[in-house]
């Protein structure tokens, strides 16, 4: 299938290449496909920013999609519920067009986690546990700290409308 093309400006960066990774199939919300246009990194002064592609099938063709709105620009897709969009990052998109970060609990200090580490989850999948209003996902939160950074895999419960 034809797609936009994905091409820098002049001065063309070093080893440019794109490419799609993901493509979702939601019922009722249609298809996208999400990937980067991207180069070889440090040959060059000034380097322009990598550029993120998402696109969306129309009916008949592909073709771009603009960014969500706030933290939602230019997040990736993990899962769709009856009101929106799981993304990347601990993000939500409403059909309505708001971007909303999903709370979330810090890693135990028995983890080795100290109470001034900057944490970050970064779930690979979530899904609907059938017939709930759960979701679990699986990822892994980054733990950034002086002297003992790590990363450490996990399995988390999201509760819709719950707080």
């Given at each position: 299938?034809?797609?936009p093309?994905a091409?820098?400006?002049?001065?063309?960066?070093?080893?440019?290449?794109a490419s799609?990774?993901?493509?979702?199939?939601?019922?009722?919300?249609?298809?996208?496909?999400?990937g980067?246009n991207?180069f070889n990194?440090?040959e060059?002064?000034?380097?322009?920013?990598?550029?993120f592609?998402q696109?969306r099938?129309?009916?008949?063709?592909?073709a771009?999609q603009?960014p969500?709105p706030?933290?939602c620009?230019w997040?990736?897709?993990?899962g769709?519920?009856?009101?929106?969009l799981?993304?990347?990052?601990?993000?939500y998109?409403?059909?309505?067009?708001?971007?909303?970060k999903i709370?979330?609990h810090?890693?135990?200090a028995?983890?080795?986690a100290r109470?001034?580490s900057?944490q970050s989850?970064?779930?690979?999948e979530i899904?609907?546990?059938p017939?709930?209003?759960?979701?679990v996902?699986?990822?892994?939160?980054?733990v950034?700290?002086s002297?003992?950074p790590?990363?450490?895999?996990?399995?988390?419960r999201?509760?819709?409308g719950?707080a």
């Amino acid at each position: 299938m034809d797609t936009p093309q994905a091409r820098f400006d002049d001065p063309v960066p070093p080893e440019p290449g794109a490419s799609l990774l993901h493509v979702f199939a939601f019922v009722g919300d249609g298809v996208r496909a999400y990937g980067s246009n991207s180069f070889n990194h440090g040959e060059v002064d000034n380097e322009p920013a990598d550029e993120f592609i998402q696109l969306r099938w129309d009916g008949s063709k592909w073709a771009e999609q603009p960014p969500a709105p706030g933290g939602c620009d230019w997040r990736t897709p993990l899962g769709r519920d009856d009101n929106g969009l799981f993304l990347d990052g601990n993000w939500y998109l409403t059909d309505g067009g708001h971007c909303v970060k999903i709370g979330r609990h810090r890693l135990p200090a028995s983890t080795g986690a100290r109470k001034t580490s900057n944490q970050s989850l970064w779930l690979k999948e979530i899904h609907r546990v059938p017939g709930t209003d759960a979701w679990v996902g699986a990822g892994q939160v980054e733990v950034n700290q002086s002297g003992a950074p790590f990363s450490a895999p996990v399995i988390v419960r999201l509760r819709r409308g719950a707080a």
